[in-house]
């Protein structure tokens, strides 16, 4: 038995027209973009699913142009997580789960549940919102992370919810939003969003290092001791962790760089 999970490196998304002629080979076509993202990387964060609904079929073509082992991370619905009371959002997020997504099958990753800078934390209201989120639809298991962007969710009752709910808070690097790193589900999502299209690799090769290290720590079982808890007298258990990391916004034209960069990184013995 492998004593460390699966550690996966993408990307917001596959179009980007900078990324044609650099990433995407010069008279590659649009329509093979993916096929050919999937095969530079491991994972992807979809976005588009945020603002709208996606037919089945599309899932279905997505799954079918990727190979064993990729997978999809998909954003939620604006129209679940952008709401005042989240607990009222039962029907929003069955819209969004019995769209399709499960064409995806074994493609399908973490559902990723963002959440606007002005939402604060109301303890009852959001244990409201955690209860609505199924472990399976349509027979296949779910992952669900929280990406939380309000100062409010520095609260040691909000690791507590999300562990009860085995819920990932994703951590995330940003400029202005709180850093959460605390282990809170049975994997662990990264978003890295400090990054420089100055610079070749999105990250410099050094913050590169240091993030492999981060991961690997996860996907043992651990926590990295360099990152902020806001939970510090709780200790996840000692068991292997699939983790989820992606290179998104700041940097975005060299993400593809960091993002391979870092796969080799973590594939690396220390």
């Not at 010069?26 to 976005?47: D, H, P």
């Not at 973490?110 to 939402?119: H, M, N, R």
């Not at 989120?133 to 690791?159: C, I, T, W, Y």
Request: net charge negative; glycine share 8%; with cysteine.
């Amino acid at each position: 038995m492998s004593t460390s999970g699966a550690i996966r490196t993408g990307i917001g998304g596959w179009t980007f027209e900078p990324w044609e002629g650099t990433f995407y080979p010069e008279k590659l076509v649009k329509k093979r973009q993916l096929e050919f993202a999937s095969r530079e990387l491991t994972t992807i964060e979809v976005n588009g699913t945020y603002y709208g609904s996606q037919k089945p079929e599309t899932f279905a073509k997505w799954a079918s142009e990727v190979p064993d082992g990729f997978i999809f991370s998909l954003k939620a619905s604006r129209f679940t997580t952008n709401r005042k009371v989240l607990a009222d959002g039962g029907e929003s997020v069955e819209k969004f789960l019995t769209q399709g997504l499960t064409e995806l099958g074994e493609h399908l990753g973490p559902i990723l549940w963002q959440f606007a800078p002005t939402k604060k934390f109301e303890p009852e209201d959001f244990e409201g919102f955690l209860k609505l989120l199924p472990e399976k639809q349509d027979g296949l298991a779910l992952k669900h992370a929280l990406e939380v962007r309000n100062e409010s969710f520095m609260n040691p009752e909000f690791a507590a919810l999300a562990r009860k709910y085995n819920a990932a808070i994703v951590y995330a690097q940003h400029a202005d939003y709180p850093e959460i790193a605390d282990v809170t589900a049975d994997f662990v999502y990264a978003r890295l969003q400090k990054g420089s299209d100055d610079v070749e690799t999105c990250y410099p090769p050094k913050a590169l290092d240091e993030w492999a290290e981060r991961l690997k720590d996860w996907s043992a079982g651990g926590e990295p001791s360099d990152l902020p808890k806001i939970d510090p007298d709780t200790k996840p258990a000692k068991k292997p962790r699939d983790v989820f990391a992606f290179f998104i916004t700041s940097g975005k034209v060299n993400a593809p760089n960091g993002a391979r960069e870092l796969q080799k990184r973590t594939q690396s013995r220390s």
